[in-house]
């Protein structure tokens, strides 16, 4: 494993070169896109609550960006139909999973869109807004309703990243979202131990 230091003690090499991968080739596809920070948690398992019950077989962050893809699919053919015009979208991702000290885990995970295509979040009370599709995606890969345990996605403070080609501010956001992202590849909070995936991203 190749290591660098970073603003959290030893960072993974590789692991940065995959998010410099996944921002160069939607950069190089869309002149302006759309990052977005988000962290996905497991509900507790509390005896006789529905928490118990999620599903807990191994693929639960595939699951969730496989939800969220076939949500953005609908809504763009619904819009469609409605005569509305819907720019040209590949969703790309990267994700980190990471331990608690009491052994729970939770998922760091960046989501990147065309900025013609998705340039908003949207509202919590709006089920088709984007940030009900990533919210409910998460519930869909575990087996969950939103109202079976509230509050197992987060979106933190300044989740949002508008990168441009064509603007004057490009070089500094993208080293922002950089920055942003390389908390992702710390080693610290993982487990590497054979058959324990803690780091992916889209592959094209």
Sequence with gaps: MKTYI???????ADNLDTI???L???????PSIMAVRTDYHYPP??????GC???????????????????????ELRRKRNGARVHPNTLRNVWAKEFSQSGKCHFHVCFVFNEQAYNKLGDYNIDTSLR?????????????????????????????YILDRNSADYIYEYGELL???????????????????NFGGSRK
């Design 6 to 12: 970073g603003s959290h003690g030893l960072h993974n």
């Design 20 to 22: 410099l991968e996944v």
């Design 24 to 30: 160069s080739y939607s950069t190089n596809e869309y």
């Design 45 to 50: 398992i509390l005896e006789d609550t529905v």
């Design 53 to 75: 019950f999620h599903n807990l077989k191994p693929g639960a962050i595939s699951r969730s960006i496989n939800a969220l893809k076939e949500m953005l699919k609908n809504s």
């Design 132 to 160: 009900m599709m990533i919210t409910r995606a998460w519930y869909s890969a575990l087996g969950l309703e939103l109202e079976d345990y509230p509050g197992l996605v987060h979106f933190p403070d300044n989740c949002r």
């Design 179 to 197: 920055h942003r992202l390389d908390y992702l590849t710390k080693l610290d909070s993982k487990i590497y131990e054979e058959g324990e995936r």
